[in-house]
């Protein structure tokens, strides 16, 4: 009878046990000095910002890519997010695959973040746009190029853990982004 106690027991406080879906959190990290431009959206919920500039594209002047970076509050850099493949023109564009900031052209805008370690020179974690499940956009409100200026904004950005890093989330979500930056040569 006490092994069947016992044994009920044990299972009830296995049950009743919440399992921690969240995992590993991603630290507090700063926009920096912005002076180039910023982009703001919400990750993981909690409001974050990144200094921001535009780069064109290596392969056609006609369309850009928008990096993104955070810092550590000792100055380190932190968050790497890039968007590639944007046209300079106004309109609502599919973010779907990898970046292509430097790559070939796939006729959309896509997507790439990285978490940097130590000083910012070591990669944490990398990880890849989840095209299987978000459908997001990002739509060009504003281009000036005699000003050299690009404005928008963005859905949702749902990126998978390239390599499951250790004490790094396996999913890193970025909702209702703008951005507001120089293009850069």
Excluded at 50 to 75: E, K, M
Aim: charged share 20%; hydrophobic share 35%.
């Amino acid at each position: 009878m006490k092994n069947i106690l016992a044994t009920f027991l044990v299972t009830l406080i296995l049950f009743s046990c919440k399992k921690d879906d969240n995992g590993p959190k991603l630290e507090k990290t700063f926009p920096g000095p912005m002076d180039t431009g910023s982009l703001e959206a919400y990750r993981g919920g909690a409001f974050w910002q990144s200094t921001a500039y535009a780069q064109y594209n290596a392969l056609d002047s006609l369309y850009v890519g928008l990096i993104c970076l955070t810092y550590t509050t000792d100055g380190f850099n932190r968050e790497f997010l890039t968007l590639g493949e944007i046209p300079l023109k106004v309109g609502i564009y599919p973010i779907k695959g990898n970046n292509a900031i430097s790559t070939g052209l796939d006729g959309f805008v896509g997507a790439i973040y990285s978490w940097g370690a130590d000083d910012g020179d070591v990669f944490g974690a990398t990880y890849n746009h989840d095209d299987e499940n978000s459908q997001g956009t990002l739509e060009v409100t504003f281009i000036d190029l005699v000003s050299k200026r690009i404005a928008g904004s963005f859905d949702r950005l749902v990126f998978k853990n390239r390599n499951e890093a250790i004490n790094y989330p396996e999913r890193v979500v970025f909702e209702h982004g703008k951005f507001d930056m120089k293009i850069t040569e």
